[in-house]
C-alpha cells in the first residue's frame, strides 16, 4: 500500500508542478466548452430560417414574404435540401422549408432538426401565408372570369380556382420525432468534451507512465521493498485519478461558471468512472509502448481527436447519418456520449444507461489488462 | 580487516554469480563477502561487470547462477524480502526532475513506509549529510549535476539501510561535490554502516575502502585490503613515461626488453610500463628510443599503488 500510496502522491505533486498540464486540464475544457455554448448554443434571438426555392413563384415569394416580416425570423437561402439537412444537423439554423413542384403542385416541406415551439410557430405562419396566397389567387380568379359569364361558368371558375388553391400545401416533417430536443445544447456540448477530455487527459498522462522509466525511476523502485505489481498498479491508479480529476474539473466547472444541467449526477459519476478506466488502459499501454514523449504527444492527439470526432464528441450521435452511426460504436466515446444524451436529454437515470457503463468499464479492463501484460514483459 | 564470526555478522555474501547477455558474458562467477561495518570497494574499468553485479545484489535482475545473501537474508528479483536492509544508489540519476529534492525525497521515504514527522526529521538528517537542505525546496532539475547526484545519494540512505551499495556515485561532477560526497560515504562507513562502493578512480578507492576487489571482463582478479594487494605486485614498479609522439609504437618496442611485465600507451603520449626494479632498468628504457624519432621527454617513477595492481592483473590501466 505504501508503495501505490507513494507513487499516486508522487504523480499528483508532479501535476501541481506542471503549469502546461494544469492548464490543458482546466481552462482549455472549458474555454471550449464556453466558446461552443456561446457560438451555438445560440445568444442569438431570432429564429434562423432556411429557405430552398430555385424557382420562385410569385406564390413562394408571397410565404416568404410573410415569413421575413415576422419580427423573429432570419431567412437564409440555402442551395439545395441536402445543404439544408447537414445545416440543421449542425444546428446552424433552426429550421428550413424545401420548395418543390410536382404535377402542377406545390408543395413546402418544412425540416427541423426537432420539433420546437419555434419551428411551430413558423411552420403556423407559413401555413396562414399559404392560406392567404390561395385566397388572394382565388379572387383574382373569381374576379378574372367572373364578368359576365353565366353560372355554369362562374362555378366552373370557380371550381378551378379552388383547384388552383388546392395545389398549394405546407407539410411539416422534422427530422427527429419529438422529445429528442436537449433541454441545454450547452449540456451537450459539455457532455461531448467531457468524453473527449476525459479520454485525451489520460492519453497525454500516459509520458508520467513513460518518464518513471526514462528518469530511472522505475528501476530504483524496484529495488525496494516492492513488487512489480504494486508499481504497476501506482502508476495505474495515478492515471484512473487524473481522469477523475479531469471529469470533476469539466462537470463542476461548468455547473459552476455555465449553470449545465448534466441531469442525474449517479449516471454521470459511472459514465466518466467507466471512461476514466478506458483512459487508464489506454494510458499505459501507450506509455509502455512508446520510446519518446513526442510519440505520446502525437498518438494523443491523433488517436484523442478522431475517436472523439467518430464518437460523437464534436458533433451529437443522433445527427450522424444513419449509415454512419453503427461505425461510431467501435469508440468508447459513443458509448459515453449516447448514454449522456439520455441523461441530458430525456433525464435517464444510472439504471437507464448501466449497459453503456459495462461496455466502457469492459472495454477499460481489457486494455489495462494488454497494458500490464506489456508492463511485466518490459519489467522480467 | 573484521573476521566475520557469525553469518549476521556478515553484511553481504556474494557466491557465484553469474550472468550473460547473450554471447557476452558480463559476470562470470564472482565472490566476495563484506563484513558488518566495513567499506568494501569494487574496482574495474568501464564493461568490467560492476553494474551488473550490483543489479543482482539488489534483485534488480535475475542471477544465471549464484546466490545472493543480506544479512542473512537471501535476495532474489522479484521478491521484495531483504530489499529494506539494502540502500541502493544506481549509478544513473533515478529522481523525478519536476519535483523539488524534499518532494523526492518524500517519495521515496514513503515506499521504504517512511511518513509523517518521522520522515520529514529523517528528510532533514540526509540533506543535512548531502549538504542539500537550503536547496531542499527547489525543482531537483534545477540542481547542478553534483546536487543531483547527492540527492541520489540522500534517497539510497533515507531509510536507514544496513548496506548501502553506491554505484560510482561520483562519475562527471565537479571536485567540489565529489569531497562532498566522499566525506558523507567515508562519515557513514565510520559510523558503521556497510558499504559496497564501485567506482574506476583509484583514489577514491584507496581513500574510503577497508577491502577492495579488482574486477574486470566480468571476473574478481584480485580481493584483499589495499596493503595486500600491493603486496601481489612485490618489487614491481611503475614506470610512467611521456615521449614526443607515437605512445602505442613506443609501448610496442618496450615490451620487448627483458624485465618489462607490460607497456601500455594511456594516450598519445603516455607510456605506463611495470617493471622489475624500475631504478636498474631505467637507462634500457630510455635506451630503447635512441636513434628512433621517439624522445623521451619525461620520467616518473611511482611507488607501488593500486594502479600498479590493477595495471599487474589486467594489462590495462583503469581509466575511462
Ligand atoms: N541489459 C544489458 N543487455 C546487454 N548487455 C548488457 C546489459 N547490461 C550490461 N551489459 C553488458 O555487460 C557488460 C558489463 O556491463 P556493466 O554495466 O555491468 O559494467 P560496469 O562495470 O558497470 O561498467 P561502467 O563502469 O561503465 O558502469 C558490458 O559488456 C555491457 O555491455
Ligand atoms: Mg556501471
Same mark, same amino acid.
Given at each position: 500500500m505504501n508503495v501505490v500510496v507513494a507513487i499516486v502522491v508522487a504523480n499528483l505533486r508532479r501535476l501541481?508542478?506542471?503549469?502546461?498540464?494544469?492548464?490543458?486540464?482546466?481552462?482549455?475544457?472549458?474555454?471550449?466548452?464556453?466558446?461552443?455554448?456561446?457560438?451555438?448554443?445560440?445568444?442569438?434571438?431570432?429564429?434562423?430560417?432556411?429557405?430552398?426555392?430555385?424557382?420562385?413563384?410569385?406564390?413562394?415569394?408571397?410565404?416568404?414574404?410573410?415569413?421575413?416580416?415576422?419580427?423573429?425570423? =432570419?431567412?437564409?437561402?440555402?442551395?439545395?435540401?441536402?445543404?439544408?439537412?447537414?445545416?440543421?444537423?449542425?444546428?446552424?439554423?433552426?429550421?428550413?422549408?424545401?420548395? /418543390?413542384?410536382?404535377?402542377?403542385?406545390?408543395?413546402?416541406?418544412?425540416?427541423?432538426?426537432?420539433?420546437?415551439?419555434?419551428?411551430?410557430?413558423?411552420?403556423?405562419?407559413?401555413?396562414?401565408?399559404? /392560406?392567404?396566397?390561395?385566397?388572394?389567387?382565388?379572387?383574382?380568379?373569381?374576379?378574372?372570369?367572373?364578368?359576365?359569364?353565366?353560372?355554369?361558368?362562374?362555378?366552373?371558375?370557380?371550381?378551378?380556382?379552388?383547384?388552383?388553391?388546392?395545389?398549394?400545401?405546407?407539410?411539416?416533417?422534422?427530422?427527429?420525432?419529438?422529445?429528442?430536443?436537449?433541454?441545454?445544447?450547452?449540456?451537450?456540448?459539455?457532455?461531448?468534451?467531457?468524453?473527449?477530455?476525459?479520454?485525451?487527459?489520460?492519453?497525454?498522462g500516459?509520458?508520467n507512465v513513460?518518464?518513471a522509466r526514462?528518469?530511472?525511476v522505475t528501476?530504483r523502485m524496484r529495488a525496494g521493498p516492492v513488487t512489480d505489481g504494486l508499481i504497476i498498479t501506482g502508476e495505474a491508479v495515478s492515471r484512473f485519478i487524473t481522469a477523475a480529476l479531469?471529469?470533476?474539473?469539466?462537470?463542476?466547472?461548468?455547473?459552476?461558471?455555465?449553470?449545465?444541467?448534466?441531469?442525474?449526477?449517479?449516471?454521470?459519476?459511472?459514465?466518466?468512472?467507466?471512461?476514466a478506466l478506458?483512459?487508464t488502459g489506454?494510458a499505459m499501454?501507450?506509455g509502455?509502448?512508446?520510446?519518446?514523449?513526442?510519440?505520446?504527444?502525437?498518438?494523443?492527439?491523433?488517436?484523442?481527436?478522431?475517436?472523439?470526432?467518430?464518437?460523437?464528441?464534436?458533433?451529437?450521435?443522433?445527427?450522424?447519418?444513419?449509415?454512419?452511426?453503427?461505425?461510431?460504436?467501435?469508440?468508447?466515446?459513443?458509448?459515453?456520449?449516447?448514454?449522456?444524451?439520455?441523461?441530458?436529454?430525456?433525464?435517464?437515470?444510472?439504471?437507464?444507461?448501466?449497459?453503456?457503463?459495462?461496455?466502457?468499464?469492459?472495454?477499460?479492463?481489457?486494455?489495462l489488462?494488454?497494458a500490464v501484460?506489456?508492463m511485466r514483459? =518490459?519489467m522480467? | 580487516?573484521?573476521?566475520?564470526?557469525?553469518?549476521?555478522?556478515?553484511?553481504?555474501?556474494?557466491?557465484?554469480?553469474?550472468?550473460?547477455?547473450?554471447?557476452?558474458?558480463?559476470?562470470?562467477?564472482?565472490?566476495?563477502?563484506?563484513?558488518?561495518?566495513?567499506?568494501?570497494?569494487?574496482?574495474?574499468?568501464?564493461?568490467?561487470?560492476?553494474?551488473?553485479?550490483?543489479?543482482?545484489?539488489?534483485?534488480?535482475?535475475?542471477?544465471?547462477?549464484?546466490?545472493?545473501?543480506?544479512?542473512?537474508?537471501?535476495?532474489?528479483?522479484?521478491?521484495p524480502?531483504?530489499r529494506r536492509?539494502?540502500?541502493?544508489?544506481?549509478?544513473?540519476?533515478?529522481?523525478y526532475?519536476?519535483l523539488?529534492?524534499?518532494d523526492?525525497?518524500r517519495f521515496f521515504g514513503r515506499l521504504y513506509g517512511l511518513r509523517g514527522?518521522?520522515a520529514?526529521?529523517?528528510?532533514?538528517?540526509?540533506?543535512?549529510?548531502?549538504?542539500?537542505?537550503?536547496?531542499?525546496?527547489?525543482?531537483?532539475?534545477?540542481?547542478?549535476?553534483?546536487?543531483?547526484? #547527492?540527492?541520489?545519494?540522500?534517497?539510497?540512505?533515507?531509510h536507514?539501510?544496513?548496506?548501502?551499495?553506491?554505484?560510482?556515485?561520483?562519475?562527471?561532477?565537479?571536485?567540489?561535490?565529489?569531497?562532498?560526497?566522499?566525506?558523507?560515504?567515508?562519515?557513514?562507513?565510520?559510523?558503521?554502516?556497510?558499504?559496497?562502493?564501485?567506482?574506476?578512480?583509484?583514489?577514491?578507492?584507496?581513500?574510503?575502502?577497508? #577491502?577492495?576487489?579488482?574486477?574486470?571482463?566480468?571476473?574478481?582478479?584480485?580481493?584483499?585490503?589495499?596493503?595486500?594487494?600491493?603486496?601481489?605486485?612485490?618489487?614491481?614498479?611503475?614506470?610512467?613515461?611521456?615521449?614526443?609522439?607515437?605512445?602505442?609504437?613506443?609501448?610496442?618496442?618496450? #615490451?620487448?626488453?627483458?624485465?618489462? #611485465?607490460?607497456?601500455?600507451?594511456?594516450?598519445?603520449?603516455?607510456?605506463?610500463?611495470?617493471?622489475?626494479?624500475?631504478?636498474?632498468?631505467?637507462?634500457?628504457?630510455?635506451?630503447?628510443?635512441?636513434?628512433?624519432?621517439?624522445?623521451?621527454?619525461?620520467?616518473?617513477?611511482?611507488?607501488?599503488?593500486?594502479?600498479?595492481?590493477?595495471?599487474?592483473?589486467?594489462?590495462?590501466?583503469?581509466?575511462?
Amino acid at each position: 500500500m505504501n508503495v501505490v500510496v507513494a507513487i499516486v502522491v508522487a504523480n499528483l505533486r508532479r501535476l501541481r508542478n506542471d503549469r502546461t498540464s494544469l492548464f490543458f486540464l482546466v481552462i482549455v475544457p472549458l474555454l471550449i466548452v464556453y466558446a461552443l455554448g456561446a457560438a451555438i448554443g445560440g445568444a442569438t434571438q431570432s429564429t434562423l430560417i432556411g429557405v430552398v426555392d430555385p424557382q420562385p413563384t410569385s406564390a413562394t415569394k408571397e410565404v416568404r414574404t410573410a415569413l421575413a416580416g415576422a419580427a423573429d425570423v =432570419r431567412l437564409v437561402q440555402v442551395s439545395d435540401a441536402g445543404a439544408l439537412r447537414d445545416a440543421l444537423a449542425r444546428r446552424e439554423l433552426d429550421g428550413g422549408y424545401v420548395v /418543390t413542384r410536382r404535377d402542377g403542385i406545390t408543395t413546402f416541406g418544412w425540416m427541423a432538426s426537432a420539433t420546437s415551439p419555434e419551428g411551430f410557430h413558423v411552420a403556423q405562419v407559413m401555413a396562414a401565408a399559404v /392560406t392567404r396566397e390561395g385566397l388572394r389567387q382565388r379572387a383574382v380568379e373569381v374576379v378574372a372570369t367572373g364578368r359576365g359569364t353565366d353560372r355554369v361558368s362562374a362555378a366552373a371558375a370557380l371550381e378551378r380556382a379552388n383547384a388552383e388553391v388546392t395545389r398549394t400545401r405546407v407539410r411539416v416533417t422534422a427530422l427527429q420525432g419529438a422529445g429528442d430536443e436537449p433541454k441545454s445544447v450547452t449540456a451537450v456540448l459539455a457532455g461531448g468534451q467531457l468524453t473527449l477530455f476525459i479520454f485525451l487527459a489520460s492519453l497525454f498522462g500516459a509520458s508520467n507512465v513513460l518518464q518513471a522509466r526514462q528518469f530511472g525511476v522505475t528501476r530504483r523502485m524496484r529495488a525496494g521493498p516492492v513488487t512489480d505489481g504494486l508499481i504497476i498498479t501506482g502508476e495505474a491508479v495515478s492515471r484512473f485519478i487524473t481522469a477523475a480529476l479531469q471529469a470533476l474539473i469539466i462537470v463542476g466547472g461548468t455547473v459552476a461558471l455555465f449553470h449545465v444541467d448534466w441531469g442525474s449526477p449517479a449516471a454521470v459519476a459511472a459514465l466518466s468512472a467507466g471512461m476514466a478506466l478506458v483512459g487508464t488502459g489506454a494510458a499505459m499501454l501507450l506509455g509502455v509502448v512508446a520510446r519518446t514523449e513526442q510519440q505520446i504527444g502525437g498518438v494523443a492527439m491523433g488517436v484523442g481527436l478522431v475517436m472523439a470526432a467518430l464518437g460523437g464528441s464534436m458533433q451529437p450521435l443522433h445527427y450522424f447519418p444513419d449509415a454512419i452511426r453503427p461505425f461510431a460504436f467501435i469508440t468508447p466515446h459513443a458509448w459515453m456520449n449516447d448514454a449522456l444524451w439520455d441523461v441530458q436529454v430525456n433525464g435517464a437515470g444510472l439504471g437507464a444507461v448501466w449497459g453503456n457503463v459495462v461496455v466502457l468499464g469492459a472495454a477499460g479492463t481489457v486494455l489495462l489488462a494488454v497494458a500490464v501484460l506489456a508492463m511485466r514483459r =518490459r519489467m522480467g | 580487516m573484521p573476521i566475520a564470526t557469525d553469518v549476521l555478522d556478515i553484511a553481504l555474501r556474494v557466491e557465484g554469480l553469474k550472468k550473460s547477455f547473450g554471447a557476452n558474458v558480463a559476470v562470470d562467477d564472482v565472490w566476495f563477502r563484506i563484513a558488518k561495518g566495513e567499506t568494501f570497494g569494487l574496482l574495474g574499468p568501464n564493461g568490467a561487470g560492476k553494474t551488473t553485479t550490483i543489479s543482482m545484489i539488489c534483485g534488480l535482475i535475475a542471477a544465471d547462477a549464484g546466490t545472493v545473501d543480506v544479512y542473512g537474508t537471501r535476495i532474489a528479483a522479484g521478491s521484495p524480502r531483504g530489499r529494506r536492509l539494502i540502500g541502493y544508489v544506481p549509478q544513473e540519476l533515478a529522481i523525478y526532475p519536476d519535483l523539488s529534492g524534499r518532494d523526492n525525497l518524500r517519495f521515496f521515504g514513503r515506499l521504504y513506509g517512511l511518513r509523517g514527522a518521522e520522515a520529514e526529521r529523517r528528510i532533514d538528517e540526509v540533506l543535512d549529510v548531502v549538504a542539500l537542505r537550503d536547496r531542499a525546496g527547489d525543482r531537483s532539475e534545477e540542481y547542478s549535476g553534483g546536487m543531483k547526484r #547527492r540527492l541520489n545519494i540522500a534517497a539510497g540512505m533515507l531509510h536507514e539501510p544496513r548496506l548501502l551499495i553506491l554505484d560510482e556515485p561520483t562519475v562527471g561532477i565537479d571536485p567540489q561535490s565529489r569531497n562532498a560526497i566522499l566525506d558523507a560515504v567515508a562519515a557513514l562507513g565510520d559510523a558503521g554502516l556497510s558499504v559496497l562502493y564501485t567506482t574506476h578512480y583509484m583514489e577514491e578507492a584507496e581513500r574510503l575502502c577497508d #577491502r577492495l576487489a579488482i574486477m574486470d571482463g566480468g571476473k574478481i582478479k584480485a580481493t584483499g585490503t589495499r596493503r595486500e594487494l600491493v603486496s601481489m605486485v612485490g618489487k614491481h614498479d611503475v614506470v610512467n613515461l611521456t615521449v614526443s609522439r607515437a605512445a602505442r609504437a613506443a609501448a610496442e618496442g618496450l #615490451r620487448a626488453l627483458p624485465g618489462v #611485465r607490460s607497456a601500455t600507451a594511456q594516450d598519445d603520449r603516455t607510456v605506463s610500463v611495470l617493471a622489475d626494479g624500475a631504478a636498474a632498468l631505467l637507462p634500457d628504457i630510455i635506451g630503447t628510443f635512441a636513434g628512433t624519432p621517439i624522445h623521451v621527454q619525461g620520467v616518473e617513477v611511482l611507488e607501488p599503488s593500486l594502479d600498479a595492481v590493477f595495471l599487474h592483473l589486467t594489462g590495462t590501466a583503469l581509466r575511462d
